[in-house]
């Protein structure tokens, strides 16, 4: 889940709010913590990737996240978030964040579904997002998933201690715009543990608007660029929430929790250690 970091309010739900203390150094047993929350979501998302099929609805999604996530002895982080109604941000082809999951939104063969969900564990958020192909996909899409997926890696791979947010962030832009695509700017990446949305903003984009933050190992971010094939620009829905392309252009987002270290990384959602 991403808003713009300089937007947060505090979350509504008791059980998940801590005071706001700046940028945060994870201790190792709080990131031991943060690890186990951040597995409970790999494994929703990556069995989300191996259910979803044409026909089903982004409620259905929603149902099995939430039960998942409550199996595994987490609280989904996004429910009731500043009135969030959902466990899952669940966004269709030009869908771009914050997509309400519906019975009434089906998903069909040739859609790009993006999954965002979170797990509250033992005081500590993971935070994660996927887009997958349901069925076979135009080339456009195919194209447009591959670059959001790459681009995260490119500034995933920036992430040390000793680097800036603006190593990852202009590798992420430079990887998009090199493949003719663009990164939406609307919405950043933020610091993500006792609270899930921290400090800082975790940009995409090359700005002098927000913090250029020197990377401290035990910071723990969530790293997630939103990349459009066609208009950067977003507009809102009726919902409130809901926010799509202006263009009505595909968007493809991915998203991980990102631990510094002193020599790197360590991807706290990686799929592929569930």
């Known amino acids: 889940?991403?808003?713009?970091?300089?937007?947060?309010?505090?979350?509504?739900?008791?059980?998940?709010?801590?005071?706001?203390?700046?940028?945060?150094?994870?201790?190792?047993?709080?990131?031991e913590i943060m690890r186990q929350?951040?597995?409970?979501?790999?494994?929703?998302?990556?069995?989300?990737?191996?259910?979803?099929?044409p026909g089903m609805?982004?409620?259905?999604?929603?149902?099995?996240?939430?039960?998942?996530?409550?199996?595994?002895?987490?609280?989904?982080?996004?429910k009731g978030y500043q009135g969030?109604?959902?466990?899952i941000c669940a966004c269709i082809n030009n869908e771009v964040v914050h997509g309400i999951p519906s019975p009434r939104k089906v998903i069909r063969s040739g859609d790009?579904?993006?999954?965002?969900?979170?797990?509250?564990?033992?005081?500590f958020h993971g935070d994660s997002?996927?887009?997958?192909p349901v069925g076979e996909i135009s080339e456009e899409a195919a194209k447009l998933v591959k670059v959001a997926e790459?681009?995260?890696?490119?500034?995933?791979?920036?992430?040390?201690?000793?680097?800036?947010?603006?190593d990852l962030a202009g590798a992420i832009q430079d990887y998009v715009e090199a493949n003719g695509f663009v990164v939406v700017e609307d919405f950043t990446g933020h610091g993500v543990g006792r609270n899930l949305h921290e400090e800082p903003s975790v940009f995409n984009f090359r700005t002098n608007e927000l913090k250029n933050v020197r990377l401290r190992a035990g910071m723990t971010l969530?790293?997630?660029?939103?990349?459009?094939?066609?208009?950067?620009?977003?507009?809102?829905?009726?919902?409130?929430?809901?926010?799509?392309?202006?263009?009505?252009?595909?968007?493809?987002?991915?998203e991980h929790t990102v631990l510094v270290t002193k020599t790197g990384y360590e991807i706290l959602t990686d799929r592929a250690l569930v």
């Open 1 to 31: 889940m991403n808003i713009l970091g300089s937007l947060l309010t505090p979350p509504t739900t008791p059980v998940q709010t801590r005071p706001r203390r700046g940028i945060e150094i994870k201790s190792k047993r709080e990131i």
């Open 37 to 53: 929350a951040s597995r409970i979501v790999a494994t929703v998302l990556k069995e989300i990737s191996q259910i979803i099929e």
């Open 57 to 78: 609805t982004t409620a259905d999604l929603d149902a099995y996240a939430e039960r998942r996530i409550r199996e595994m002895g987490a609280t989904p982080s996004f």
């Open 84 to 87: 969030f109604p959902a466990s």
């Open 112 to 123: 790009i579904v993006k999954i965002d969900t979170g797990a509250y564990y033992n005081g």
């Open 129 to 132: 997002c996927i887009t997958i």
């Open 150 to 166: 790459e681009a995260l890696y490119q500034g995933i791979e920036q992430v040390k201690e000793g680097n800036y947010l603006m």
């Open 222 to 254: 969530a790293i997630e660029p939103i990349v459009n094939a066609g208009s950067k620009q977003v507009r809102i829905l009726r919902d409130r929430w809901t926010a799509v392309t202006v263009d009505n252009s595909l968007s493809a987002q991915f």
